[in-house]
């Protein structure tokens, strides 16, 4: 029973992977005993699973995922959250107000306005309803400070890097603290904006470059020329 | 759209049609009954009302005078316009014609002016001036389905019913004689459609079929059985070899339907 | 105003533009030129110049039509006023309508629809030339504008048209060739499935002709869709290329 790809060969929607006792894992499907990618990407296997590593794609809510939001709306009993994601969230006032609330007395701007940035967590999520998110739990809440970037989520595992090197490589240079919602979002909070500027530039890199290889190397030497650079001029 | 269909109703419809048969006992390739009645609109130049099933479609045919296009400045001109009326499904609204009315309207169009069926040329007043414009509205009172096949057959029988007041032309004026004359027409164009349910194609489907389809293809056939329009139709697909089968069979219905409009 | 040219088909059997009866016109694909679209393709083939801008999946406006088992796709099929000879005016016009009606269904065949219910994919297709053929060539372009937004496909849909000119079945009308020829026959497919998912004709073939016409118009959809394969590869190999080099120095 055929694989008919080899592991890195960059596949588009449809095209055939193997045909026969096989998995269809990410970004693929199963018609006929055949397994079709539906993503463009890379192909990648363990013996039975065929998976794509897809180019681009958008984050769907997952039950449990830790998330970074921005407030677009403050309703009567809550706000609507935008978690870059086909699907707005829900943050309940009753959620993150400690004490009793009441809906007719209770202006929640005060609380969270539109624009605001939280770290949230998925409590709640199926077909039929949009998710909602919860901030009751230690190290989530309001963001008061950093810079918001954007990445494609399934390059999220790319910018962690193995056993987290990449990820821990960037703050240390940066000296930046550095949260990575699962949506995609990622919340940088450096002594400087220089400093989240730099890794800000980082991620977008490993996020344009990361089907390539030698990155975490590449990565590392622009970190280090650019602190060098800095402290030339700090020394001029 | 119409009522939602019960997926138990949905799954029995396609599992019949699996087997062959069809949930109003009907073969794959069977029409409803059709009737088919000409003048019933005495303010219109031409009429016809076609119950296909419970579907009814009425056509009115007026014949004015206008201006050509610039292209085909000696001939006359053909419009056909459908409004799917807001009583005839509780899935049509008032209001402007939508994307359906419009797709309709350009189906039964193009069988009508692909087989030439009207001989425009002889709709000339004036040459570059003045020609007489063929107004064929398409009014749906009922839908059970299949519109296209209903309309494009109501279309073709009003035309045919279609008489033009004798005149001559004076000073570039139109002046009416006495007497009347039909229309002229040279061909006689019949739309069949198919869907394809269950892997299968079947003829002629009704409203809750239409709900179960995965696509629908219409074609169209002049007097020498030539092809002069498709349009498939509906978010799924048709195999080539299956499209192919489909002209088939309705080049054979295609038959069956125009023995319906001579009497 | 245009003269009818005196043969379409010369004694050497080559066309207007010089090409023989089933061969393509030169078609160039370009993906991701439009930075805040989510995904987009712009596509030139022979003079056809068409810009494709895709959004979503997102939350469905107005909130009724949203439906519960799987997405809305919405497709807006649009001439510039000035892609054709004759100014064009911008208000759609009835066939701007029911080309946006066949392409989205020629598209959402290939869609997951059911992935994301109760959201909304908008394809937004702008004519800024026509030359013949442009509902193929908005086809080929919008397929390439789902898959470089992400949508899962279960194939990329390609389209293009065959016809009969001058008792010659042709592939890839162009525009003089359609207005006066006696036969378009537009075709779109799901390549890897082999699913024809937009047909439509107009003019006069026996059925003979019509099956030549379709298996034309089928070669030259697997042709066009190489190109549309090779649009999506060359995202990754510039990038690949620009480290290469770097790694060089």
Redesign the interface.
């Known amino acids: 029973m055929p694989i008919f790809l080899e592991r890195r060969q960059?596949v588009?929607?449809?095209?055939?992977i193997a045909e026969g006792d096989y998995i269809a894992g990410e970004?693929t499907?199963m018609?006929n005993n055949k397994i079709?990618a539906?993503?463009?990407g890379i192909v990648e296997y363990e013996t039975k699973k065929m998976d794509v590593v897809?180019?681009?794609?958008?984050y769907?809510p997952r039950m449990e995922d830790i998330v970074i939001g921005t407030i677009t709306e403050v309703g009567f009993s809550g706000w609507t959250v935008d978690i870059n994601s086909?699907?707005?969230a829900l943050l309940r006032a009753s959620d993150v107000l400690s004490r009793p609330f009441r809906p007719q007395k209770d202006d929640l701007s005060p609380v969270l306005d539109v624009g605001d940035l939280v770290v949230a967590k998925i409590v709640s999520y199926d077909?039929?309803h949009d998710p909602q998110l919860t901030v009751a739990e230690p190290g989530l809440g309001k963001i008061t400070r950093g810079q918001i970037l954007k990445v494609?989520p399934t390059k999220i595992p790319r910018v962690i890097g193995r056993k987290g090197s990449m990820i821990s490589t960037i703050k240390q240079e940066t000296g930046c603290n550095i949260i990575l919602g699962v949506n995609g979002v990622v919340l940088i909070t450096g002594k400087t904006l220089e400093d989240e500027q730099l890794a800000m530039m980082a991620i977008l890199k490993i996020e344009?470059?990361s089907?390539?290889s030698?990155l975490t190397d590449?990565i590392t030497k622009m970190l280090k020329e650019a602190k060098t650079g800095k402290e030339e001029k700090k020394n001029e | 759209m119409a009522a939602v269909i019960t997926k138990v109703k949905q799954k029995q419809i396609a599992q019949l049609i699996d087997n062959g048969k069809r949930l109003d006992g009907r073969e794959l390739t069977e029409y409803r009954e059709i009737k088919i009645e000409q003048g019933i609109i005495e303010k219109a130049e031409g009429s016809a009302r076609v119950l296909l099933g419970k579907t009814e479609v009425v056509v009115g045919v007026k014949i004015e005078t206008g201006e050509p296009f610039?292209d085909t400045p000696n001939e006359g001109v053909l419009t056909v316009n459908v409004e799917l009326v807001p009583l005839a499904s509780p899935g049509f609204e008032p209001g402007p014609?939508d994307?359906?009315s419009?797709?309709l309207?350009?189906i039964v169009d193009?069988g009508i002016r692909?087989?030439k069926a009207i001989d425009t040329g002889k709709l000339c007043v004036v040459p570059g001036k003045k020609v007489f414009v063929v107004f064929v509205d398409v009014y749906v009172l009922n839908h059970d389905g299949n519109l296209i096949d209903a309309s494009a057959l109501a279309a073709m029988a009003a035309l045919l019913n279609a008489k033009m007041g004798k005149y001559e032309v004076e000073d570039g004026e139109v002046k009416m004689k006495s007497g009347y004359e039909p229309l002229p027409l040279r061909k006689h164009p019949i739309t069949v459609t198919c869907a394809k349910i269950s892997d299968k194609l079947v003829v002629d489907p009704w409203l809750e079929e239409e709900q179960v389809m995965d696509?629908r293809?219409s074609i169209a056939f002049?007097d020498d059985?030539?092809?002069?329009?498709?349009?498939?139709?509906?978010?799924?697909?048709?195999?080539?070899k299956q499209?192919?089968e489909a002209?088939?069979v309705a080049?054979e219905k295609s038959r069956e339907l125009r023995k319906k409009l001579n009497w | 105003?245009n003269d009818k040219p005196e043969k379409l088909i010369d004694k050497k059997g080559l066309r207007l533009d010089g090409r023989k009866l089933d061969e393509l016109r030169p078609v160039k694909l370009q993906v991701g030129v439009i930075s805040n679209a989510?995904?987009s393709a712009y596509i030139e083939h022979g003079k056809n110049k068409i810009l494709v801008g895709v959004y979503?999946?997102?939350?469905v406006h107005p909130k009724h039509l949203a439906l519960?088992?799987r997405a809305v796709v919405k497709c807006r099929y649009h001439m510039a006023p000035f892609s054709v000879q004759e100014r064009k005016s911008p208000a759609p016009s009835?066939?701007e309508?029911?080309l946006?009606?066949?392409i989205r269904?020629s598209l959402?065949?290939?869609i997951?629809m059911e992935?994301?219910?109760?959201?909304m994919i908008d394809i937004f297709i702008e004519v800024l030339q026509a030359d013949g053929g442009t509902r193929c060539a908005s086809i080929t372009a919008a397929a390439l504008a789902l898959?470089?937004?992400?949508i899962?496909?279960?194939?990329?849909v390609v389209a293009c048209a065959a016809g009969k000119v001058e008792d010659k079945i042709v592939l890839d009308l162009m525009d003089t060739e359609d207005k006066v020829g006696s036969a378009d026959?537009p075709v779109a497919l799901?390549?890897?499935?082999?699913?024809?998912?937009?047909?439509?004709?107009?003019?006069?073939?026996?059925?003979d002709e019509?099956?030549s016409a379709?298996?034309l118009a089928?070669e030259g959809c697997k042709q066009i869709y190489a190109l549309?394969?090779e649009a999506?590869?060359i995202?990754?190999v510039n990038?690949?290329e620009e480290?290469k080099e770097?790694?060089e120095e």
């Open positions: 960059l588009t929607p449809g095209d055939l970004n499907y018609e079709y539906s993503r463009v897809a180019l681009k794609s958008f769907v086909p699907y707005p077909r039929t494609t344009e470059e089907h390539t030698g590449r | 610039s014609p994307e359906s419009i797709e309207a350009r193009r692909e087989s696509a293809i002049d059985e030539n092809i002069c329009a498709i349009q498939k139709g509906g978010s799924g697909y048709f195999e080539p499209v192919f002209a088939r080049k | 105003m989510d995904g979503g999946p997102r939350e519960p088992d009835r066939r309508i029911e946006s009606k066949v269904e959402e065949p290939a997951f992935y994301y219910p109760r959201t898959a470089d937004s992400g899962p496909m279960r194939d990329l026959v799901m390549p890897n499935l082999n699913a024809v998912t937009l047909l439509q004709m107009d003019g006069t073939l026996s059925t019509f099956e379709v298996n089928l549309q394969k999506l590869r995202k990754y990038v690949k480290n770097e790694a």
